[in-house]
């Protein structure tokens, strides 16, 4: 899998950069029986249905030149906008969004909770300290599942 993600990403990461957009994240996954090549875009000004489509109609024949990255009978191919909620995943991902509202999900409970929503206020080497309610908590990279950017 990670061989796939890594050849999508240097394919698309320059048409992206063409085109003024952002490649935030590359998701190959199976979901009931068929595979799924995910690209999720961004852009300082937001990204619409032109911008994926473009990208859609950029990115699609460069994959068909690499058909031998794909299991089988292949994969559905989909390009959307990384979204409000993002997930936060790289390094680069939480600090850009420092002093923003997250949700962080926890492998196992932490007084108490699974889930906790809170600012970002600190990232360090995968631990991530927040600020839920005026209570400072901290993380580590092995406790947390999940993070994503919160809205409201």
Not at 13 to 32: I, M, N, Q
């Amino acid at each position: 899998m990670s061989k796939i993600i890594d050849t999508v990403t240097a394919l698309a990461s320059p048409v992206l950069a063409d085109l003024g957009l952002e490649l935030w994240d590359v998701e190959f996954t199976k979901e009931a029986g068929y595979y799924y090549l995910r690209l999720y875009i961004d852009s300082p000004g937001g990204v619409g249905l032109e911008q994926c489509e473009a990208v859609s109609r950029a990115v699609d024949p460069l994959l068909d030149e690499h058909e031998e990255l794909f299991p089988d009978a292949g994969y559905t191919f989909e390009v959307s906008s990384a979204g409000a909620e993002r997930k936060l995943r790289r390094p680069s991902d939480f600090e850009r969004f420092l002093g923003s509202l997250v949700e962080i999900k926890l492998y196992k409970s932490k007084q108490g909770k699974r889930e906790y929503i809170g600012i970002l206020k600190a990232y360090d080497a995968g631990d991530v300290t927040l600020d839920v309610k005026g209570e400072t908590v901290a993380f580590t990279k092995a406790e947390i599942a999940n993070a994503r950017l919160r809205i409201g």
